[in-house]
């Protein structure tokens, strides 16, 4: 066995059943393992390395933050990471920012901003949050409880009460729970892990009029559709929808480890000093990344980017899916897609890795794409041609 397999299957915690490869660099977007052998990379991370791996203006800033400060706690402030909220808010509409260091972080805060804005209001803490069933926000216990997969909570209750769950894309289910209590609703505005499912313009439409008509706060859960995967900045801004709360991160800090909840108008005001804190959050290095990130995304253009590549992306997937019966249905937005089998896709991943490419799923029929935003036309023929490879020798 692999020496570092071999002790990381002695010393890790068994939380993941990992594929067998140990990964040692990358460069644009591919990834190369410690044999040396190259892999087209198309789940960036889960996500996150919207860049591509080892650019240099990234690595450069980095280097140069490293040298300069890495941290100094939230008693102070710091250049970076004031910049990189600036950037946020010009790109998301929002008005205040609280930097996390990962996504379901990100949601707890959201939560404590929606608990504590029916506080406000009624003087009780009993605010009732409806989230989605098939919804994933993250694994610690706040995010946990609104992530609508029994699966995943039953091992591990009780589950912080006063969550309510409503079927995604049938605006009937969610105001059926809509009750004296109500004070948020949190989405994802394209479902990820729960098997890819974009929010109708209609439900998303739908929704936000209800948390007009109510007084609810709507939350949206950005964390892996925003940051330019679906060709705008925010998936949310296609639909000329405005939330009170998002959250971001993944691609937010393109490898940093980051995340963050911003909130606008009424929502902005709720968490005063002594409600919320992080000795990490905030701090320089990750600030820098969030301000890089920004000024990369500008410089090249990648919004654009990811609009052309991602329509030649769905037309080859389509095609794909025209030719292979087994192929149930193409779904997505931008460079967030995904084909559903009528099959586990398990095999699939394993054979596409022998034939370098790297896949992830989002359920068990399905395969989930999500490339670094900087891939071209080029790279998607070379995906498709080994992905048809595959399902031949699979059939
Ligand atoms: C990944 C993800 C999370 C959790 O983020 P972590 O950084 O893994 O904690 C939450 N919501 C969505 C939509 C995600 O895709």
Do not use: W
């Not at 690595?59 to 706690?73: C, F, G, M, R, V």
Request: hydrophobic share 40%; glycine share 10%; charged share 20%.
């Amino acid at each position: 066995m692999n020496p570092t397999i071999k002790k990381a299957e002695t010393y890790f915690l068994h939380t993941y059943n990992r594929y067998p490869i140990v990964l040692e660099y990358g460069s644009g977007v591919y990834l190369f393992d410690d044999s040396g052998k190259q892999y087209l990379d198309f789940a960036a991370g889960i996500g996150v390395f919207a860049l591509g791996y080892a650019n240099a203006e990234y690595n450069e800033s980095l280097k140069k933050q490293i040298d300069q400060l890495i941290h100094t706690s939230n008693l102070f402030y710091n250049k970076p990471s004031a910049d990189a909220a600036e950037k946020f808010a010009a790109s998301s509409g929002m008005e205040k920012v609280f930097f996390t260091n990962s996504g379901t972080e990100a949601i707890e805060g959201a939560i404590k901003i929606a608990r504590k804005y029916y506080f406000n209001k009624t003087g009780s803490a009993e605010g009732e949050i409806i989230a989605m069933d098939h919804s994933f926000h993250g694994r610690s216990m706040g995010a946990l409880a609104v992530t609508g997969q029994p699966n995943y909570q039953k091992a591990f209750g009780p589950m912080i009460p006063n969550i309510k769950f409503a079927t995604f894309n049938n605006l009937e289910s969610v105001k059926e729970q809509i009750g004296e209590k109500t004070c948020a609703i949190l989405l994802e505005t394209i479902q990820g892990e729960g098997g890819l499912y974009p929010a109708t313009k209609e439900f998303l439409v739908g929704v936000e009029k209800l948390c007009a008509d109510y007084d609810l706060l709507l939350m949206l859960d950005e964390i892996q559709c925003g940051m330019g995967r679906t060709g705008n900045m925010f998936a949310y801004q296609a639909y000329g929808v405005i939330p009170d709360v998002i959250t971001a991160a993944k691609a937010l800090g393109c490898g940093i480890p980051v995340g963050t909840f911003a909130a606008r108008g009424k929502a902005a005001a709720v968490l005063e000093p002594g409600d919320h804190g992080t000795t990490y959050g905030f701090n320089p290095l990750a600030g820098a990344a969030v301000k890089t990130v920004f000024d990369i995304y500008e410089e090249t253009h990648l919004l654009e980017h990811v609009l052309v590549v991602s329509n030649y992306l769905e037309v080859q997937l389509d095609q794909l899916a025209d030719c292979y019966p087994c192929i149930k249905q193409r779904r997505g937005k931008g460079l967030m897609q995904a084909l559903e089998l009528d099959f586990p896709v398990k095999d699939v991943i394993v054979k596409a890795q022998k034939n370098n490419l790297i896949m992830i799923t989002a359920g068990p029929n399905v395969l989930r794409f999500l490339p670094p935003l900087i891939i071209e036309k080029k790279h998607i023929d070379e995906m498709i041609r080994i992905l048809k490879g595959c399902l031949e020798e699979i059939q």
